[in-house]
């Protein structure tokens, strides 16, 4: 290799690659353009005068495909150049080798009914089993309901993982969350390997036996108890809402002595229960994760945080190695304070009747802007800490070996100064305006979407939960855009107009349903009293062509560039009136004729 040295330190950790087909995309959405455009001219000279049967009926319509229109150009701005990103492990290996940052690993949960723990555990496994060395990586669990059932949870899992995490690395198996791993795959025929197979697999099924049964009981007891001094912090006066903050340490990985079967170091793993009082606001996950930051900088103290919620367990044990990638390439690193990976679920049926796989989404539109902060992997915890600067120098400049030492620390202090509480409170998508206000400080972040999905969590499997999810972002979401975060205003001279216009994608969901409850309810009623709305066939022919391929696209304002699947997954599915429209306009010629015979 030698000479091939210099060339490979000059090779960039990851790539950038621009989609292709984007000329065809942009002629093709510039005709759109017209049609949308021709759409609103013919509304415009042809409503009806005052006086005239529909005029108001019109004039909504109107009022609706222009706000559908508008709605569509903006979601251009993340259509036009969309970029992939591709990370180097191997280069990051090879060049990093045992020179790797430590990790701290954030899982929240909040409530064991609805989150049950062996749920829970199977995410805090999977992380703990990523490849990468163990003794640099720190799992926290944060438990908001301070439950001690999850406590006990966690105590098995942290027995178990000194038999499960050798298991994975011997085998190379995945996923490694053991429910998932043993759900997919059946007894292997390899007689040595099937030994060790079934018995981690009864070991895994009596410990989660056992968990189940105490979160069936309610309590633990008595022995229980005993044999772990940590239950001390649960008296009688310990509750969901109001509690003293409990921090245990279950595997301490600072100790030599940590190890699992095969003799090789754990990672650590901590309990986390931050204190809550009836009268004071304890703002939700922001509100755990900015405590988490806290504990674990007295800790582990790592240079990299992952985030994933406990439903969300790991399916891709190199999901780490590829995000350094991306924070430890020497030319852009320095720059990028995240990386997202999309949100996918393991549970979709088939129909995806909820539209939970958001795959125009994630594949076309956060592609454009890197814009979503969902699971991420900031770039050093002490973006949030409000103490303690030179130790916060200090730690960049031994943590991050081969960024430049120097421009580290001088956008750590930027950055540190600006964003003193950490994640931002007061709205229910803490995660997407706390990246709007990374981003104006003039941090990159990246959306990678790896071809193996990084992580895979429970998507709602029944109407009232997708209701109550698609209701609490969408509010949350449109409550950004009211507010003085608002991209438009807040980002105004920080982010590009491009990037504004992005996050406005998500931000502006809620009210797209209001034309859209316009759209489904008008014209029927229209439909029914015989009240024209749309062109006709015939001399206006090429008119109507325009319309009902804009019509196609303006409703259906994810579906264009994936076609098909775009129609059927995509989180706004909503907007899918196109075959309502076209149906309409065939009906009233049909109606009309009717009507006249
Ligand atoms: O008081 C609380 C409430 C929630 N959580 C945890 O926060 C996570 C997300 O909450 P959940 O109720 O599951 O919300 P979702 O809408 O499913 O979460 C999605 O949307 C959130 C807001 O955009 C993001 O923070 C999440 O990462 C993303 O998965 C879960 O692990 C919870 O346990 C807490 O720690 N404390
Ligand atoms: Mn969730």
Known sequence: MGGDGGREEALSLFETKEARGRVAYKLFSSTIFMGICLIWFYRLINIPRSGEEGRWAWIGLFVAEFWFGLYWIITQSVRWNVVYRYPFKERLLHRYGDKLPRVDIFVCTADHIMEPPTLVINTVLSVMSYNYPPEKISVYLSDDEGSELTFYALLEASNFSKHWIPFCKKFMMEPRSPAAYFAQH?????????QEWLSIKKLYESMKNRIDSVVEMGCISKEMRDQHKGFLEWNSKVTKWDHQSIVQ???????????DNDGCRLPTLVYVAR??????PHNFK???????IRVSSEISNGAIILNVD???YSNNPDAIQEALCFFMDEERGHEISYVQFPQNFCNITENDVYSNATVVFNKVIV???DLRLCFFVFKNTKLFMGTDICFLMLVMKIEVPGIDGYGTVFYLMIIFMDLQKGLIYGCSVEDVITGLAIQCRGWKS???NPGKEAFLGVAPTTLDQALIQYMRWSEGMFQIFLSKYCPFLYGHGKIKLAAQMGYCVYLLWAPISLPTLYYVIVPPLCLLRGIPLFPENGDKKRLHFFIRQSYWDVTNPNSSRVGSQGLQNSPCRVFNVTAFSNFESKTLVKLKQFHTN
């Open 186 to 194: 059946t007894e292997p025929h390899d007689t040595k390997y099937a």
């Open 249 to 259: 340490i279950i595997i301490d990985g600072r100790n030599t002595a940590a190890v």
């Open 275 to 280: 204190e809550k009082r009836p009268q004071w």
């Open 286 to 292: 922001a509100g755990a994760m900015n405590a988490l």
């Open 310 to 312: 406990c439903d969300m």
């Open 367 to 369: 592609h454009k802007h």
């Open 446 to 448: 990246v959306w990678y």
